[in-house]
Nanobody, 123 residues
Framework: QVQLVESGGGLVQAGGSLRLSCAAS????????MGWFRQAPGKEREFVGV????????SYADSVKGRFTVSRDNAKNTVYLQMNNLKPEDTAVYYC????????????????WGQGTQVTVSS
Protein backbone atom coordinates (compact mmCIF):
# COMPACT_ATOMS: atom_id res chain seq x y z
CA GLN A 1 0.00 0.00 0.00
CA VAL A 2 1.09 3.54 -0.79
CA GLN A 3 -0.50 6.68 0.57
CA LEU A 4 -0.02 9.88 -1.38
CA VAL A 5 -0.50 13.47 -0.21
CA GLU A 6 -0.15 16.41 -2.60
CA SER A 7 0.68 19.95 -1.56
CA GLY A 8 1.79 23.23 -3.07
CA GLY A 9 -1.26 24.25 -5.03
CA GLY A 10 -2.66 27.75 -4.99
CA LEU A 11 -3.55 30.83 -6.97
CA VAL A 12 -0.98 32.28 -9.34
CA GLN A 13 -1.01 34.80 -12.16
CA ALA A 14 -0.42 33.74 -15.73
CA GLY A 15 3.30 33.44 -16.40
CA GLY A 16 4.03 32.51 -12.82
CA SER A 17 5.37 29.31 -11.30
CA LEU A 18 4.36 26.75 -8.73
CA ARG A 19 5.97 23.59 -7.43
CA LEU A 20 3.72 20.76 -6.36
CA SER A 21 4.93 18.05 -4.03
CA CYS A 22 3.59 14.58 -3.50
CA ALA A 23 4.71 12.85 -0.33
CA ALA A 24 4.42 9.09 -0.26
CA SER A 25 4.23 6.78 2.69
CA UNK A 26 4.49 3.05 2.55
CA UNK A 27 7.10 0.63 1.47
CA UNK A 28 9.34 0.61 -1.57
CA UNK A 29 8.54 4.08 -2.89
CA UNK A 30 11.60 3.91 -5.13
CA UNK A 31 10.07 0.92 -6.93
CA UNK A 32 7.05 2.88 -8.12
CA UNK A 33 6.49 4.82 -11.29
CA MET A 34 4.93 8.16 -10.34
CA GLY A 35 2.55 10.10 -12.53
CA TRP A 36 0.89 13.50 -12.39
CA PHE A 37 -2.60 14.05 -13.75
CA ARG A 38 -5.03 16.94 -13.68
CA GLN A 39 -8.75 17.45 -13.96
CA ALA A 40 -10.47 20.69 -14.82
CA PRO A 41 -14.16 21.27 -14.09
CA GLY A 42 -16.35 19.45 -16.58
CA LYS A 43 -13.41 17.68 -18.17
CA GLU A 44 -11.89 14.25 -17.94
CA ARG A 45 -8.75 13.60 -15.96
CA GLU A 46 -5.73 14.02 -18.20
CA PHE A 47 -2.09 13.00 -18.12
CA VAL A 48 0.49 15.65 -17.28
CA GLY A 49 3.80 13.87 -16.74
CA VAL A 50 5.44 10.74 -15.41
CA UNK A 51 8.77 9.80 -13.86
CA UNK A 52 10.25 6.33 -13.66
CA UNK A 53 11.54 4.70 -10.50
CA UNK A 54 15.07 6.05 -10.80
CA UNK A 55 14.10 9.54 -11.88
CA UNK A 56 16.07 9.37 -15.10
CA UNK A 57 13.09 8.63 -17.35
CA UNK A 58 10.35 11.21 -17.81
CA SER A 59 7.56 11.89 -20.25
CA TYR A 60 5.13 14.78 -20.65
CA ALA A 61 1.89 15.74 -22.28
CA ASP A 62 2.40 17.98 -25.30
CA SER A 63 0.43 20.75 -23.59
CA VAL A 64 3.00 21.10 -20.80
CA LYS A 65 6.22 20.04 -22.50
CA GLY A 66 8.93 22.64 -22.00
CA ARG A 67 7.05 24.28 -19.12
CA PHE A 68 6.60 21.50 -16.55
CA THR A 69 9.22 19.22 -15.02
CA VAL A 70 8.62 16.06 -13.01
CA SER A 71 11.31 14.90 -10.61
CA ARG A 72 11.62 12.71 -7.56
CA ASP A 73 13.71 12.34 -4.45
CA ASN A 74 13.60 8.72 -3.37
CA ALA A 75 15.42 9.50 -0.13
CA LYS A 76 12.53 11.77 0.83
CA ASN A 77 9.78 9.63 -0.69
CA THR A 78 8.61 12.64 -2.64
CA VAL A 79 7.83 13.45 -6.24
CA TYR A 80 7.64 17.01 -7.57
CA LEU A 81 5.94 18.85 -10.39
CA GLN A 82 7.65 22.13 -11.22
CA MET A 83 5.29 24.28 -13.27
CA ASN A 84 6.63 27.35 -15.06
CA ASN A 85 5.02 29.87 -17.39
CA LEU A 86 1.59 28.86 -16.16
CA LYS A 87 -1.43 29.57 -18.31
CA PRO A 88 -5.13 29.93 -17.38
CA GLU A 89 -5.79 26.63 -19.14
CA ASP A 90 -3.55 24.92 -16.58
CA THR A 91 -6.22 25.56 -13.95
CA ALA A 92 -7.25 22.20 -12.52
CA VAL A 93 -7.01 19.86 -9.58
CA TYR A 94 -3.67 18.12 -9.80
CA TYR A 95 -3.23 14.53 -8.66
CA CYS A 96 -0.21 12.35 -8.19
CA UNK A 97 -0.50 8.63 -8.74
CA UNK A 98 1.66 5.56 -8.25
CA UNK A 99 1.99 2.17 -9.85
CA UNK A 100 4.45 -0.62 -9.23
CA UNK A 101 4.57 -1.96 -12.78
CA UNK A 102 3.71 -0.11 -15.96
CA UNK A 103 2.26 3.36 -15.75
CA UNK A 104 2.42 5.64 -18.74
CA UNK A 105 -0.23 8.12 -19.79
CA UNK A 106 -3.44 6.28 -18.88
CA UNK A 107 -4.93 6.98 -15.48
CA UNK A 108 -6.45 3.50 -15.32
CA UNK A 109 -2.95 2.05 -15.15
CA UNK A 110 -2.28 3.57 -11.73
CA UNK A 111 -3.18 1.89 -8.47
CA UNK A 112 -2.77 4.65 -5.87
CA TRP A 113 -3.94 8.24 -5.91
CA GLY A 114 -3.64 11.32 -3.77
CA GLN A 115 -6.52 13.57 -2.86
CA GLY A 116 -5.47 16.32 -5.25
CA THR A 117 -4.41 19.93 -4.91
CA GLN A 118 -6.07 22.88 -6.62
CA VAL A 119 -4.08 25.06 -9.01
CA THR A 120 -5.75 28.23 -10.27
CA VAL A 121 -4.08 30.45 -12.84
CA SER A 122 -5.55 33.90 -13.31
CA SER A 123 -5.22 35.86 -16.53
Amino acid sequence: QVQLVESGGGLVQAGGSLRLSCAASGRSFSSYTMGWFRQAPGKEREFVGVVGWSGSSTSYADSVKGRFTVSRDNAKNTVYLQMNNLKPEDTAVYYCAAVRYGGGTYSRNYDYWGQGTQVTVSS
